[in-house]
């Protein structure tokens, strides 16, 4: 199984070797994630130290500030309007399937029970007996015994064996 598999990618930075690359390519990945936190870290300390009074705080602009706080808000506000959203969505799916999906019977049950031994008897004319069917291991399907898209359907409806 291992032979046929086709390998769509790859990526040296895991294969054996190539030191000088898995250095290079870790080294700029520490430096992104750097770039990201110490920023966050610096506002975030100097927020704090503005706001509390304690702590260390690389700088103390009052624009910096209320920039800090409008953003806040605006993170807050759009937090709200996300679990408006998903809330109101989790109703409105809820009450859906418990109006379409949930509902009894959604068909009938006798005729399904026909459909379903149509089907079996159509198969064991066309492919064999049940048994064979389902305990062979190859199967060789001739070409004439290929189901037409429609075929089934076209069954039921010969038969007069309504859906619902």
Do not use: C
């Not at 936190?37 to 506002?43: E, L, N, R, S």
């Not at 999906?101 to 089907?119: D, F, K, M």
Request: proline share 3%; aromatic share 12%; glycine share 4%.
């Amino acid at each position: 199984m291992k032979d046929n598999r086709q390998q769509l990618y790859t990526d040296s930075y895991f294969d054996k070797g190539h030191w000088g690359l898995k250095i290079w390519q870790t080294l700029i990945a520490v430096l992104s994630w750097l770039t990201i936190i110490i920023p966050i870290v610096v506002t975030g300390m100097s927020f704090f130290a503005a706001v509390t009074g304690h702590g260390f705080a690389f700088w103390r602009y009052r624009e910096g500030i209320e920039e800090v706080k409008f953003i806040g808000v605006l993170i807050l506000f759009l937090a709200t309007v996300a679990l408006i959203y998903s809330v109101t969505m989790t109703i409105i799916q809820v009450r859906k399937r418990e109006r379409l999906v949930e509902q009894w019977p959604t068909y009938n049950p006798l005729n399904q029970r026909v459909r379903s031994q149509t089907v079996e008897d159509f198969m064991t004319e066309r492919f064999g007996p049940a048994e064979s069917r389902e305990h062979a291991r190859n199967y060789r399907v001739e070409p004439e015994q290929n189901l037409e898209t429609d075929q089934i359907q076209d069954l039921f409806d010969d038969k007069k064996i309504k859906e619902i």
